[in-house]
């Protein structure tokens, strides 16, 4: 017992140091503001493809052939918020760092994505009828989205934190009269750490090209990000970090807050880039997306509690369990489970934990094979959390029967598996019943 209250003491501490730090915090934030963008670039594609495409949507048709004309809408949708997607993201994590350290202005944002673009090529080669070519003053699409976010990251941080840190010394202030509007003086008072900030940055980035004959974008994909999507994208990867947020969960701290800072950017981006391999007709690459994680992983919310609210319509007669479950169906349609896991509870129950615990390791695999066989589709659509089970494996992969059959069976495994749990836990809630009434008599 004594281990285990100390075991549950140190994540605890673990989880409140790292909620706390403020790279983390910055991070997490821009990325909750940056859903909305992704969700309307989701849609526009899977509109695009989906109605407006004239081979494989519905105006193949002849009759609704006329909608074939309204595609370059999403596919302008499309581009405005998936391929910019990291910009959105330096920009945001700048003003929540900003804010963090005490700057309330947007400055930091727009400070963060000017340092990004000093260290980002502008100058592309282009082979054009067997020539090369130097097109100058450009910004290819991988910087701008998903497969610069770990530079986009750092370098927010980066310039961020100088520019702060500036900000703080006194005599790189520039001090205007009182009679100056506040907005005027705060610009001016800014100026030097900008300039400071912005030239340090882009002399890193110069020297670091002189010195490797590498970018800061290749040395931070193929060093960190890219062994990363690696991990991520492999079974064993994504089972442990979904191994690791249940574990959280279970000690009562929100297991998806946890390893959000790690999972956002690698799940997103790898639907981001499955997304635009849909809408450009190309073969889609990535298996373990953020739908994945939410369409086979966490169907009614962490741990598959979908599968415990069945298990305990079907496996016991106690009331109070039954009650909670009734209660809980409704937010669980929607993923939304924290009711049973505080009702019934999950939280440091070492009987429901297991199975809490086990159930999306399991129902991850199965998602996984069926997906690899090619039984259920890639996910191509980022679809809302909250998204109920089946429509959200239908959406998702933009149709796909076999994924939607997938999350049903991934469903039934979990009933199996908790329904032994539940009786296990409903006969020992009956004998503490009968102890106490032994007791009181």
């Known amino acids: 017992?004594?281990?285990?209250?100390?075991?549950?003491?140190?994540?605890?501490?673990?989880?409140?140091?790292?909620?706390?730090?403020?790279?983390?915090?910055?991070?997490?934030?821009?990325?909750?503001?940056?859903?909305?963008?992704?969700?309307?670039?989701?849609?526009?594609?899977?509109?695009?493809?989906?109605?407006?495409?004239?081979?494989?949507?519905?105006?193949?048709?002849?009759?609704?052939?006329?909608?074939?004309?309204?595609?370059?809408?999403?596919?302008?949708?499309?581009?405005?918020?998936?391929?910019?997607?990291?910009?959105?993201?330096?920009?945001?994590?700048?003003?929540?760092?900003?804010?963090?350290?005490?700057?309330?202005?947007?400055?930091?944002?727009?400070?963060?994505?000017?340092?990004?673009i000093c260290v980002t090529p502008t100058t592309v080669e282009m082979l054009v009828d067997g020539q090369m070519h130097v097109v100058k003053d450009v910004l290819l699409r991988q910087f701008s989205d998903t497969r610069s976010l770990f530079l986009g990251m750092f370098?927010?941080?980066?310039?961020?934190?100088?520019?702060?840190?500036?900000?703080?010394?006194?005599?790189?202030?520039?001090?205007?009269?009182?009679?100056?509007?506040?907005?005027?003086?705060?610009?001016?008072?800014?100026?030097?750490?900008?300039?400071?900030?912005?030239?340090?940055?882009?002399?890193?980035?110069?020297?670091?090209?002189?010195?490797?004959?590498?970018?800061?974008?290749?040395?931070?994909?193929?060093?960190?990000?890219?062994?990363?999507?690696?991990?991520?994208?492999?079974?064993?990867?994504?089972?442990?970090?979904?191994?690791?947020?249940?574990?959280?969960?279970?000690?009562?701290?929100?297991?998806?807050?946890?390893?959000?800072?790690?999972?956002?950017?690698?799940?997103?981006?790898?639907?981001?880039?499955?997304?635009?391999?849909?809408?450009?007709?190309?073969?889609?690459?990535?298996?373990?997306?953020?739908?994945?994680?939410?369409?086979?992983?966490?169907i009614g919310g962490s741990g598959l509690t979908i599968g415990l609210l069945i298990a305990v319509m079907i496996g016991t007669k106690r009331k109070e369990m039954k009650e909670i479950a009734k209660l809980s169906i409704g937010p669980g349609l929607f993923n939304i489970n924290e009711p049973v896991i505080f009702g019934m509870p999950i939280m440091l129950n070492p009987i429901l934990a297991i199975p809490f615990i086990i159930t999306p390791l399991v129902t991850g695999s199965i998602g996984y094979f069926a997906t690899v066989t090619g039984f259920a589709g890639k996910a191509v659509v980022m679809v809302p959390w909250t998204t109920p089970p089946l429509i959200n494996a239908w959406l998702s992969t933009a149709g796909s029967m076999g994924a939607v059959i997938t999350q049903l069976i991934c469903i039934i495994t979990a009933v199996l598996i908790y329904l032994p749990f539940v009786k296990i836990a409903s006969r020992r809630a009956e004998q503490a019943a009968l102890q106490q009434a032994t007791n009181n008599a």
């Open 1 to 116: 017992m004594a281990l285990q209250e100390k075991l549950i003491d140190a994540l605890g501490s673990f989880a409140t140091k790292f909620n706390s730090y403020r790279y983390i915090m910055a991070i997490k934030s821009a990325f909750i503001t940056l859903m909305p963008v992704i969700i309307v670039g989701a849609f526009s594609v899977l509109i695009s493809n989906m109605v407006l495409d004239p081979k494989n949507g519905l105006a193949s048709f002849q009759a609704l052939s006329f909608l074939a004309t309204l595609k370059p809408i999403t596919s302008a949708l499309n581009y405005a918020t998936l391929n910019f997607l990291n910009i959105g993201a330096v920009f945001l994590i700048g003003i929540e760092l900003g804010r963090i350290n005490g700057i309330k202005s947007l400055f930091p944002g727009l400070l963060a994505v000017i340092c990004f």
């Open 155 to 298: 370098i927010a941080i980066l310039s961020v934190e100088i520019y702060c840190w500036l900000e703080t010394r006194k005599g790189l202030k520039i001090k205007m009269p009182d009679t100056v509007p506040p907005n005027v003086a705060a610009s001016f008072s800014a100026l030097i750490p900008a300039i400071i900030t912005t030239t340090a940055i882009a002399t890193f980035g110069f020297v670091f090209h002189q010195i490797t004959g590498m970018y800061l974008y290749d040395a931070v994909y193929q060093v960190v990000q890219q062994p990363l999507e690696r991990v991520v994208q492999s079974l064993p990867g994504i089972l442990l970090l979904m191994f690791v947020a249940q574990l959280f969960w279970v000690i009562g701290i929100h297991g998806n807050q946890m390893i959000k800072p790690i999972r956002e950017p690698l799940l997103l981006g790898a639907i981001t880039v499955n997304m635009s391999a849909f809408e450009q007709g190309k073969e889609i690459p990535n298996i373990i997306t953020m739908p994945f994680w939410d369409v086979y992983m966490s």
